[in-house]
């Protein structure tokens, strides 16, 4: 979770239709039922399938009207699909009396993306959005839903997070493509689990795998290793040994599991030169969207000035950029 919000403000009611409006962009949803069509906007299926979701479970869903704002870019891999979803069942919860574990409102979540959506996502971004800790980095173990918290508030560092306007969906194929690539790799090096072996290991029999199987299969061989090493750097405050593992991150992503764009390079190669900065990499599914960057705020205003010139003079786009730090994940606001 970071410091964007996406907050929904609404109630049940007695008869009528299921009502839904987004006051940013003047956008109007009504549904007599929870059941999805073809032409619905996008942002309607996340908050039906999100009711359905709760209605399946057993929840008596009655029709509900509600405003929904949110400052979360979309399209931009900082998960605004999983803002909208989680934001859609805590608000829902409440109304129905229900009150879910965590790991069980995210799974909730992650099948509207399977199921209303078509994305056969993970449970990573869905469970950041409900349990981030407040300047703490969440630790997520998605094979056994063990989790930790990190923290995470170094003295005079922030997150840089530079959208480079160039969007991309999940739900276009080439998330799924990955996924299914990842499926026959393991399936053909004959694992269960992508803990079962090593990069040693790996290297000595990936000549039999197709070459992209073989990208995508040490892809996430190192960056199961890097992602050990940059807990235990977060926890002992090294904070140069964790920018050098986000570019390390970058050039697999780029090279390995080939998801990056040649607008997310351009913003790594050239961030990452740049006095005051300790690392950067793209964030989210790829092909567009941000990058994260680790970066000393004294330098800020250089840092952002420099972005901007070097990445408007070399694409004729001017970036958006803002400072985050971990924030708490959702929960319900009295008013």
């Known amino acids: 979770a970071i410091d964007r919000y996406t907050v929904i403000v609404g109630s049940s009611k007695t008869d009528g239709d299921f009502q839904f409006y987004l006051p940013d962009r003047d956008e109007f949803f009504s549904s007599p039922d929870l059941s999805l069509e073809d032409n619905n906007p996008d942002w309607a299926k996340y908050i039906l399938g999100a009711l359905k979701q709760l209605e399946l479970g057993g929840s008596i869903m009655p029709p ?43 799974r909730l979540c992650q099948r509207v993306e399977h199921e209303s959506l078509g994305v056969p996502c993970g449970i990573m971004d869905q469970a950041s959005a409900i349990l981030c800790q407040q300047d703490s980095i969440l630790e997520l173990d998605c094979q056994n839903n063990e989790v930790g918290h990190l ?55 990936s000549s039999s795998l197709p070459e992209n199987l073989a990208r995508r299969g040490r892809h996430i061989v190192t960056e199961i290793s890097r992602t050990h090493q940059a807990s235990r750097a977060i926890e002992a405050e090294q904070w140069t040994k964790l920018g050098k593992l986000m570019v390390e991150s970058h050039e697999s ?70 400072v985050s730090r971990p924030a708490e994940g959702a929960k319900a606001m009295k008013v």
């Open 151 to 205: 923290p995470f508030s170094p003295n005079g560092l922030g997150i840089l997070i530079t959208n480079s306007m160039i969007q991309h969906s999940l739900a276009d194929g080439t998330y799924a493509a990955r996924r299914d690539e990842c499926q026959q790799c393991a399936s053909q090096l004959g694992i269960q689990s992508w803990r079962d072996i090593d990069l040693v290991k790996f290297e000595e029999i």
């Open 253 to 322: 992503l780029r090279d390995q599991f080939q998801v990056s764009c040649p607008e997310l390079d351009l913003l790594v190669d050239f961030t990452s030169t740049l006095p005051g900065v300790l690392g950067s990499r793209m964030t989210g599914a790829g092909f567009g969207g941000c990058t994260v960057s680790l970066i000393k705020l004294s330098e800020r205003p250089y840092i952002e000035q420099a972005i901007t010139t070097k990445f408007h003079a070399a694409t004729g786009i001017k970036p958006e950029m803002f």
């Open 64 to 106: 509900l009207q509600a405003a929904i704002v949110s400052n979360v870019p979309i399209g931009a891999g900082l998960s605004s699909s999983a803002a909208l979803t989680v934001a859609t069942a805590t608000w829902a919860e409440q109304l129905v009396g229900l009150a879910l574990a965590p790991m069980e409102r995210a």
